[in-house]
């Protein structure tokens, strides 16, 4: 355990928190996306960035439970920013909706968390007809996160304060060696584990690719980068009753407490120490590596092309595409 106590070039380790990670730090004037803030590390998240002053919106799939979460965070900082809006994320429908009223409000966004996922659930295929993982963790933050690309650069160009979108991956991308795009929504052979791990390798790719997109276009104000939370005792195990069981048992000795499993998102949304850095990988509030697959370019262009013929053809009435 001594190696996780060791601070990075960040200055901060694994046994980090979220509030040591953004101290000192101003967040007024700054307006957060934070999906999946109900529980968890983004109820954590959520927290944080509105203790140090940013306006968060809190993307929910339960918005009973979400209005619990902003009770709690009112209670202990009166003065916070907190606003809940329906997403489910696993709904193109839903995404497409929230992206909508999220424009039509004429609020910035500076910061956008793509946070919530779901982890090894039984196959099952969303009401888009694509397996419901890869729905959740991919292809609604895919979709979400180029619905809003146009508010952010505007945000950014008006207040010249860059633009961050973080998407929370998992070192579970390691067991995935490739993307299945043939077998993604097909159930025989289906996995829930190599399906996660294969989703959280699209989370890099999906960062990594829109950083270059970004580079690119000649827009600098605004980047775009992938973390590892940690392995943390969360409710993500709650489909693997033996996985959960393991859990709540060694949970506290084994795993990163949610406070620490926050950090490497607060720090990549809000310190100055990011400013500028794009595409990257970050663990344990510091730069990490990741596999040779989740840094291959051809295949971050063929999942960003794939991801983006599969959004467009979801038709439900609304005229969101885009190209």
């Not at 990163?256 to 720090?267: D, E, L, N, P, R």
């Not at 510091?286 to 979801?314: F, P, Q």
């Given at each position: 355990m001594w190696l996780f106590k060791r601070k990075g070039p960040s200055?901060?380790?694994?046994?980090?928190?979220?509030?040591?990670?953004?101290?000192?730090?101003?967040?007024?004037?700054l307006t957060a996306i934070v999906t999946g803030a109900s529980s968890g590390i983004g109820f954590e998240t959520a927290r944080v960035l509105a203790l140090r002053g940013v306006h968060v919106v809190m993307a929910v799939r339960n918005v009973t439970a979400g209005n619990e979460v902003k009770e709690a965070i009112m209670k202990e900082i009166p003065s916070a920013?907190?606003?809940?809006?329906?997403?489910?994320?696993?709904?193109?429908?839903s995404v497409k909706n929230f992206a909508s009223q999220f424009q039509s409000s004429g609020r910035p966004l500076n910061i956008l968390i793509n946070n919530a996922g779901?982890?090894?659930?039984?196959?099952?295929?969303s009401r888009d007809n694509i397996e419901l993982q890869f729905a959740t963790n991919h292809f609604g933050p895919f979709l979400l996160t180029n619905?809003?690309?146009?508010?952010?650069?505007?945000?950014?160009?008006?207040t010249k304060k860059e633009g961050r979108i973080i998407n929370v991956s998992s070192d579970a991308h390691r067991f995935s060696s490739v993307i299945r795009f043939d077998r993604i929504n097909v159930q025989e052979g289906h996995n829930r584990y190599m399906t996660y791990s294969q989703s959280k390798l699209a989370n890099?790719?999906?960062?990594?690719?829109?950083?270059?997109?970004l580079k690119e276009e000649g827009v600098v104000d605004i980047t775009a980068n992938s973390i590892h939370p940690g392995a943390i005792?969360?409710?993500?195990?709650?489909?693997?009753?033996?996985?959960?069981?393991?859990?709540?048992?060694?949970?506290?000795?084994m795993?990163?407490?949610?406070?620490?499993?926050?950090?490497?998102?607060?720090?990549?949304?809000?310190?100055?120490?990011?400013?500028?850095?794009?595409?990257?990988?970050?663990y344990d509030n510091?730069?990490?590596?990741?596999?040779?697959?989740?840094?291959?370019?051809?295949?971050?262009?063929?999942?960003?092309?794939?991801?983006?013929?599969?959004?467009?053809?979801?038709?439900?009435?609304d005229d969101d595409s885009f190209p």
């Open positions: 200055g901060f380790s694994y046994f980090s928190t979220a509030e040591e990670v953004t101290e000192g730090i101003d967040g007024s004037g920013r907190v606003d809940v809006v329906e997403l489910d994320l696993s709904s193109l429908a779901v982890m090894a659930i039984p196959f099952k295929l619905l809003l690309l146009d508010t952010m650069k505007r945000t950014a160009q008006e890099i790719l999906h960062a990594n690719e829109l950083a270059r997109r005792s969360t409710n993500l195990f709650r489909h693997s009753s033996i996985v959960n069981g393991i859990i709540s048992i060694v949970g506290k000795l795993f990163k407490s949610v406070q620490q499993g926050a950090s490497t998102t607060c720090y990549v949304a809000l310190h100055p120490q990011v400013k500028g850095i794009s595409g990257e990988y970050f510091n730069i990490g590596k990741t596999t040779s697959m989740a840094k291959d370019s051809d295949l971050a262009m063929r999942l960003w092309d794939y991801s983006t013929n599969l959004v467009n053809s979801k038709k439900d009435g």
